[in-house]
Structures are given as structure tokens and as C-alpha cells.
């Protein structure tokens, strides 16, 4: 999955403490497996995801893509975040 590949990659450049923010599909940090490497390294990391920000299925004209953002390592936000209404219209 190529957002595992970014953000590890950013990680190992430049330490797993950066402030990053990351669109990826549900899947990423969701639906994994106990024996999942992602799950694994996600729990076991220093990186931290402060928030999420919770995106509509339908947030793109004509697809359905269920995807969310995630901000590693930044403080004094709330934990979970949904799109605000007027930045659908």
C-alpha cells in the first residue's frame, strides 16, 4: 500500500516525531489482521496519530472511495475531526 510506503519512508528520513499529514484509504489503519506488519508497526511506533479527520464516502464527484486523514505528531488537536459542512458545498 503506498501510503505505508510514504509515511515509513518519511519516517526513516526523518525521524518518526515530524508532523505529517496523510490521506489514505480506511483500509490503512483499519480491517487489519493481528499479524499485520502495518498494525504491528502502527501500535509499536513512536509516530503517533493525534487525529483523524473523517472524510464522506462521497466526497469525490462520481466515486465512492471510503478515506480519511491522518496528522501524525502534532499536539493540541482534537482527536477526531469530521469535515465541516461547508467545505462540501
Known amino acids: 500500500m503506498y501510503p505505508e510506503v510514504f ?9 518518526d ?8 484509504p480506511m483500509g490503512f489503519r483499519l480491517n487489519q489482521r493481528r499479524k499485520s506488519t502495518r498494525w504491528r508497526w502502527l501500535r509499536e511506533s513512536r509516530a503517533k496519530i493525534a487525529s483523524i479527520v473523517s472524510l464522506p464516502l462521497d466526497i469525490f464527484p462520481d466515486v465512492e472511495f471510503h478515506a480519511e486523514i491522518l496528522i501524525f505528531n502534532v499536539a493540541g488537536l482534537e482527536p477526531h475531526y469530521f469535515l465541516p459542512e461547508e467545505a462540501l458545498a
Do not use: E, Q, S
Open 17 to 24: 516525531t515530524i508532523p505529517i499529514v496523510l490521506f489514505v
Open 7 to 15: 509515511l515509513r519512508h518519511a519516517f526513516k528520513l526523518f525521524g
